[in-house]
């Protein structure tokens, strides 16, 4: 029963406690209003008590009263002037103290008046005593309420505990900003400077960031904020990364002039232009010339949302074609590059068809073809991530080598003037699946080239491929990579030291394939001349220094960014090369090279899209490399053994691509 009874009364009182934290505003300044006054009476009788007028003082009890009944009133009208009672609780230590202060300057003259004109009631030193009991008495009555409070709100809410990383001059505005926060409380601060390890800043301790996990567990911290707007932004998101690894939930805090705009807020990660990161000068004109190929014709692009089928369709609109098909299988990427070349179109009567699809429908292929009269076919569709297509054999052998044979067909057929293959460095003696895919598209469209003359056709489709390396911030450059790294804090990550690679503007690239094209006369494989090659470690260094960070390494362990080390990826190489064999010719661009590489036969050719589409329609992964990878060795063999023209025919036994 008395169990019972106590539950009730809890009940009871919360209830009333309840009722009294969340009554209205206009009740709540007249409580603030009665508690200056009843502050006023207390500090009266104190002074009376402790400051105990001469013998000769016997104030009556109505000059006693009269006093008293002055000073309250004082209070009062004083309080109400100042707006003392608007005041939230949470906001009085930055706006209500000054006022109280001043208003406990005005009941002490209006005190001193009142003894000389109604008492004396006490001492001349008495009206000071008054005054300072008063202001004394509304800070601490109003700092004892602020706690009550947030107690009533703890009844039924929970009060979230904060530790503040970084105990500057942001750190301090922070916490006393929190203050006012009914439902987070700050527990102190965490520093990496030593020498204000232990001090106390705001009020708060100051600990060690060492012992972050000891301090969060002895006070329930689950949430840490980041107050260092100084510090630069690795820094910030290395610390980020290691107390979120730690479990805590961690936020960031701009300073307090940046978010009032006397500071810009900017990312610290500047915009770099690609080109500067070139061993060499970058190529630096237009079309010219070569754009009368392009001009007034219908011309298809496949893989025209990605970075260099894009770029490819912006340079040919300056060639005012009557036609550009955009032909791409990701619905996103075609929505973004046909609303941007319409855009772009706005001067011209070319009409730009986005075509949803892909390499390998043939019936697509075939009907987009006819249905759009196709002249000039630019072919940079392609699976080129080198880890993606290692993991995925069967899909990257499906469009990059059966996508090209389809295309290149139908483009044959349907009777276009020119066929153009995008080719990579990857495809020089491949080391894995995706470089071996597209020098089996190169082997696919020097056959098509054979036979072309070989039926005799005039004038027939020219087919011609143009391999390069790298390019700078495509979607399978390093340069994105290295950014969001950088800008996430690091590390740089690089697969080896010493790893080196080509690289060229995706505007300088394009507009040599398009020249390539244009100048192709059936059968020609260009190299285009990309400069020396460029060692990725010190790409990531001039990417670091240019973003306005240090590297951190051995020489500097206090740097911004670390570069690590992983390990070679499958299927990539530390060197890639341009060409397979010796012997490149000039060509009327200098930067357009001719090189001379009919590895396979046409019988060699159909040998090999026999074996892989039989791996395919099995789905044997394994068998499909070991089969793709056994066409690209015979090629590199057969090219040793006579590099400059195409080998003699090999007839192999059956099966014998499959037994290796």
């Known amino acids: 029963m008395k169990l019972n009874d106590f539950l009730i009364r809890r009940r009871w009182l919360t209830r009333v406690l309840v009722d009294l934290r969340d009554m209205r505003r206009e009740y709540k300044q007249v409580l603030l209003l ?21 013998a000769e003082i016997r104030p009556t009890a109505v000059a006693f009263l009269a006093v008293l009944g002055l000073l309250l009133a004082a209070a009062s009208v004083g309080s109400r002037f100042l707006g003392l009672p608007k005041v939230q609780l949470k906001s009085y230590e930055a706006r209500g103290m000054g006022r109280s202060a001043i208003l406990g300057g005005f009941v002490g003259c209006v005190a001193w008046v009142a003894n000389v004109l109604v008492g004396p009631v006490f001492s001349e030193s008495g009206p000071v005593l008054f005054a300072s009991l008063f202001v004394i008495g509304s800070v601490l009555a109003r700092f004892l309420m602020l706690h009550v409070v947030r107690l009533l709100y703890s009844i039924n809410a929970q009060v979230g505990k904060v530790l503040i990383y970084g105990a500057g001059t942001t750190g301090m505005q922070l916490a006393m900003a929190l203050r006012a926060s009914d439902n987070t409380r700050v527990v102190g601060f965490l520093d ?7 001090l106390s800043v705001a009020g708060l301790p100051v600990h060690p960031s060492n012992t972050v996990k000891e301090i969060a567990d002895q006070h329930g911290v689950t949430r840490i904020l980041l107050a260092m707007p100084s510090i630069s932004q690795p820094k910030i998101a290395r610390i980020a990364r290691r107390l979120t690894d730690l479990g805590f939930e961690v936020q960031s805090l701009p300073s307090f002039a940046q978010l009032v705009g006397e500071e810009r807020l900017v990312d610290a990660l500047k915009q770099t232009l690609p080109d500067s990161f070139l061993s060499r000068k970058a190529l630096d004109e237009t079309m010219g010339g070569a754009c009368g190929v392009y001009t007034g014709k219908s011309v298809m692009v496949s893989g ?10 912006r340079q040919l609109l300056l060639c005012k074609p009557r036609k550009l098909v955009l032909l791409e299988s990701s619905e996103h990427a075609l929505y973004q590059v046909h609303d941007e070349l319409v855009d772009l179109n706005r001067t011209s009567d070319c009409e730009i068809v986005p075509l949803l699809g892909t390499v390998t429908e043939r019936r697509l292929v075939h009907a987009a073809l006819a249905t759009h009269d196709v002249q000039v076919v630019i072919h940079a569709a392609a699976y080129k991530h080198v880890p993606m297509v290692e993991a995925n054999v069967l899909s990257g052998i499906a469009n990059n080598v059966f996508g090209t044979a389809t295309l290149a067909r ?24 995706m470089g071996a895919t597209k020098r089996m598209a190169e082997l696919i469209v020097t056959d098509r080239a054979r036979k072309e003359k070989a039926d005799g056709k005039a004038p027939g489709t020219v087919f011609c491929m143009v391999r390069f390396g790298n390019v700078l911030g495509s979607s399978g450059s390093v340069i994105p990579r290295f950014q969001e790294q950088i800008a996430s804090g690091g590390p740089v990550t690089l697969t080896h030291p010493d790893i080196e690679r080509f690289f060229m503007t995706i505007q300088e690239a394009t507009q040599l394939v398009l020249r390539a094209g244009a100048m192709a006369t059936g059968g020609d494989a260009y190299v285009l001349d990309m400069g020396e090659p460029v060692r990725i470690a010190d790409l990531a260094r001039k990417m670091i220094d240019a973003s306005g960070y240090t590297v951190r390494d051995a020489d500097n362990p206090e740097g911004d960014i670390e570069i690590a080390i992983t390990r ?9 090369e341009l060409c397979i064999t010796t012997g490149q010719a000039p060509t009327e661009h200098p930067k357009i090279l001719a090189a001379r590489e009919a590895g396979l036969s046409e019988f060699q050719v159909n040998r090999a899209l026999s074996g892989l589409r039989r791996a395919i329609a099995a789905g044997d ?17 057969a090219l040793k053994t006579r590099p400059t023209e195409a080998p003699s025919l090999t007839v192999l036994p059956p099966g014998a691509a499959g037994s290796e």
């Open 34 to 54: 009665m508690i200056d006054l009843v502050i006023a009476a207390i500090a009266f009788l104190l002074v009376i008590v402790l400051d105990a007028p001469s």
């Open 192 to 198: 990496d400077n030593k020498v204000i390890n232990g």
């Open 304 to 313: 025209a949302g990605g970075s260099i089928g894009s770029e490819l369709c």
């Open 410 to 433: 139908e483009s044959a057929e349907a009777g276009v003037e020119r066929f153009v293959l995008v080719s990579t460095d990857k495809a020089v003696r491949p080391k894995g699946v």
């Open 568 to 576: 070679l990826r499958p299927g990539e190489k530390l060197y890639e």
């Open 621 to 637: 992964a394994t068998a499909a490399r070991k089969e793709l990878m056994h066409w690209v060795r015979l090629d590199l063999d």
